[in-house]
Every structure is written in C-alpha cells, then in structure tokens.
C-alpha cells in the first residue's frame, strides 16, 4: 500500500510542493512554525552555526547564538571546541489559559545547550523545569478541564538529550532524545507552549546540493507535553483525553514511526517543495506533499499559491483505531489550497481542504495524525488555534485569516474563521485572534494573548472556547 501511495504522489510532484506547516509564508508575519523553524543560511540547511536541535535559534534573544568563526574555531583546542564553542539558551514562561471556564496557570524554565565540534561529534540536551510547584492546588483535577496543551502537569526532565554529527555541510545525524522541526506532521515547538514534544530515535539529513534537503527519521517514544519521559502513547490515547474523541484505545500505543521526506527550494525560494512518506505503526501509511510558488510584484507588494495533497492508508494487522470500535478501515485523501497576498503590514490568506474517504472508515474517511492530534499543529492550510480536520471528520473546510503587522514588525495582529462542514458534523465554525508582541527595548521578551471560540464542537451542539495570556523571555 505504501508503495503506491508514493508512486501516486511521486507523479504528482511536479506541481505539489513545499509550504511552512499551516500557512503559506507571509513576508513580514512570522507564525508559530516559522518561528520554530531553524535558520536556513544561503549554503543550505546543514552548517555548523544551524543548531536544528534548538527550538529557539532564530528568535529574538537577550543572549543570542553563539557562532565562531572558522578561522577562530580551527585555532582553538579540543577543550575549547568542546567547553566554549558551542551555545545555550535559557527560556523562561508563564501563562494563563481559561478552558472553557476553567482557569489554568503554569510556569516554566528550559535550559539548551550544546558544545562545540570535535571530529564532527557534538552533545547537547534540553532540561526542562515546568510547574514544579502548586500545580494540583492551582489547576483543575478533571483531565478534560485542563490545558494539557500548555501544560499544566508537573513536567521536571531531560526533553533532548542527543549525539549529533555532522560531515561538511552535507551530512547530519541527531539520535538520542530529539526534536524533529522540519517535518509537517511531527509536532515540535509552538510559541504558546511552555516547552516542546520531543522523541526517542534517530534523524538524519542529507544536502545533495541543488537546493535539495533528503530528511529520515526513526523513532520508538514520543515525549508529549506534560509528560515525564518517553512512552508510546499518542494523542489518541485517553491518557491524554482532551476532547480526544478515542478514549477506549486506552494505553494501546505505537510501537515506532518510520518517515523519509525530500524537500527542494529554487534560488531565492520562489519556488519549492516537499514530499514526505509516513508509517505510523498500528496506525495509518501516509504519503504527504505540498508546495509553494511566490510572486513578488515589488518591495511591498507579493502573492503566494500553495497547494497540499495526502493519500492516507493502513498500517499493521491490529490497527489500533479500528480494533477498538473507531470505523472499519484507514482510508483517506485530502487536498487543499491557499492563496496569499501581503501589502506592506496587511496580509491576507484564503484557504480550502477537502478530506474524503470511505463512510465506514475511521472518522468517515478522515486523517489520523498520532502526534499532531489535539494539538492543532497539522500542516493543513485551514487548521484553527484550537481545532482543525484532523480532529473532526471528512468533509470540507474554508479558511480566511488577514494579518497586520505594526511597530517595526514587534507587533503582530492575526485574526482568522474557519468554517467547517464535516461528515460527522454537517456545520461548525471557529473563530480565532492571536496577539504578539515582541519588546524591542528588551531583546528576547514576549507578550502572547489569544482568544479562540468553536461553534457546534459535538454532534449536541455544544460550543468550546479557550483564552490565554503568556509572557516569556529567551536569553
């Protein structure tokens, strides 16, 4: 089945292509993926300055990224490389979130550090520090009511901790405890989170040249938000149920996740795209691909078309959704398409998908995603701050969000609604606005507010809304 998915999606490529996660990239609004993503400099994606284990290189800091210079790091001695040549951030958060009703508090601290280069080989890790204190009196005991997405669960343990070599600017290896940031159905780092999910395995890069970027990861354990350690659960797991709708899976968990993705980019990133291969163990084959073509017309003038596509299958004999009452099969197919334009501080997207499959299947022919699931964190052009397709059913979605950008680009407006009309739920909309704002007198301080609201969330026709509040600082 694998095999013909990607034979399916392989002829296809010529016109589907690369897109950042959820949106097509507008020039001057840097959305939470973006953010998250490491720096690309113009010798590709593999260099040693390109911490890709960091989730905070690229974002305004007080302390920076340290990089030396090649003439200064041939000069310095082992002990140098290995003590002072490589780089740490500290980020700091705390936020309040109101589900629903609910009021939810919690606080954080993340240390990243990694040492320089010797013979290729570098170590790093990232400890987390979240709610160590006062989390059970201040937060609420019934697991629906709580912001898991935040989290709010007492969270004191090594996030990353990894072994990384690097050959030239070609080749890379991270294995260890790891994040994984340039693939778009792994959840990593969201600005409004307090710290990142990270796995256990191995990922590997490879820069041929050409603008092409070759990407392979295994993993056996997923570190999700909140929890302590690695464990094969996934969000469908009722360990974490918030409004997951697959409680009776239980502690039923996936064994590894094998993926293989190729991404390629035109000088000056015009153009571009990506295509990626999943098999989610006892769950769903996947087969991905999505694409960007922008237009600038001048300095402040620009459009951008991105269109997506994905052929989703099973995977395994005992597929877990299906063994425990949740359709028949895992069969489903999406497409989706965006259109952008960006005028000096405005911005505008539209955006469209359609997911269709089988009535008997799971979720009526919808997508399974074991660690974007709840998180909203899918690539789909229409996916909302609190809900997306992924966790509702087949059907159709429309998406409309403008942007303004103000203030030397420190502030940043993002309103957006999305309209959904699902198999399961015939009509439902959302309603959403985020606000940043980044101190330029104080490098590196943050402020996040967000507001989102869900119209007929079940099949009763119960709402859902969630607002937060959120200052952090990275040094």
């Known amino acids: 089945m694998t095999k013909k998915i990607l034979a399916v999606l392989l002829s296809a490529s010529t016109f589907l292509a690369y897109a950042d996660e959820q949106q097509v990239e507008q020039v001057l609004v840097q959305d939470k993926e973006i953010e998250s993503q490491p720096e690309t400099a ?22 920076g990224t340290q990089n030396i210079s090649e003439s200064e790091f041939t000069r310095d001695n082992v002990a140098q490389k290995w003590f002072t040549d490589g780089t740490w951030n500290v980020f700091g958060a705390a936020s309040y979130v109101n589900q629903n009703g609910a009021n939810n508090y919690g606080y954080a601290v993340n240390i990243f550090g990694q040492t320089g280069q010797v013979a290729g080989f570098s170590f790093g890790g990232l400890m987390t520090i979240a709610n160590p204190f006062f989390s059970s009196q201040w937060n609420p005991a019934e697991a629906e009511n709580q912001a898991q997405g935040l989290p709010v669960a007492q969270q004191v343990t090594p996030q990353e901790l990894f072994a990384e070599y ?37 990922l590997v890069n490879v820069n041929p040249g050409g ?101 989703q299958g099973e995977n395994g004999e005992g597929n877990i959704l299906n063994n425990n009452g949740y359709g028949n099969s895992v069969n489903s197919n999406m497409v989706g398409l965006q259109l952008g334009f960006n005028y000096s501080i405005f911005g505008l997207q539209l955006a469209y998908n359609n997911i269709w499959g089988p009535s008997d ?115």
Do not use: C
């Open 211 to 311: 603008g092409w970027l070759l990407t392979g990861f295994a993993i056996n354990g997923a570190q999700l938000l909140g929890e302590q350690g690695f464990s094969q659960q996934t969000m469908y797991n009722s360990g974490f149920d918030n409004g997951t709708g697959t409680g009776n899976i239980g502690d039923a968990g996936s064994p590894h996740t094998i993926a293989a993705g190729a991404s390629w980019n035109s000088p000056g990133q015009m153009l571009g795209f990506r295509l990626w291969g999943y098999a989610f163990a006892d769950y769903a084959n996947m087969a991905y691909a999505d694409t960007t073509i922008k237009l600038p017309v001048n300095d402040d003038l620009g459009f951008t078309i991105g269109a997506q596509g994905a052929i």
């Open 361 to 475: 299947g799971y979720e009526a022919g919808g997508l399974v995603s074991p660690y974007t699931y709840q998180y909203a964190t899918d690539p789909l052009y229409t996916t909302g701050w609190i809900q997306g397709m992924v966790e509702r059913s087949s059907g159709q979605a429309y998406k409309i969000a403008p942007s303004l950008t103000l203030l030397d680009n420190n502030l940043v407006i993002s309103p957006s609604y999305q309209y959904y009309a699902t198999t399961l739920i015939p009509a439902s909309s959302e309603y959403d606005i985020q606000v940043s704002y980044s101190v330029p007198q104080v490098k590196g301080l943050t402020f996040f507010g967000g507001y989102g609201y869900v119209t007929d969330a079940d099949p009763d026709g119960n709402g859902v809304y969630q607002a937060q509040l959120m200052v952090s600082y990275l040094y």
């Open 42 to 63: 113009d010798t590709g994606y593999i260099f040693r300055g390109n911490y890709i284990q960091n989730p905070y290189i690229g974002m305004p800091s007080g302390g």
């Open 166 to 202: 690097q050959y030239s600017d070609i080749i890379q290896a991270d294995a260890g405890w790891i994040g994984i940031s340039n693939s778009p159905w792994m959840t990593y780092y969201q600005n409004n989170a307090l710290n990142m999910v990270t796995y256990q395995g191995a």
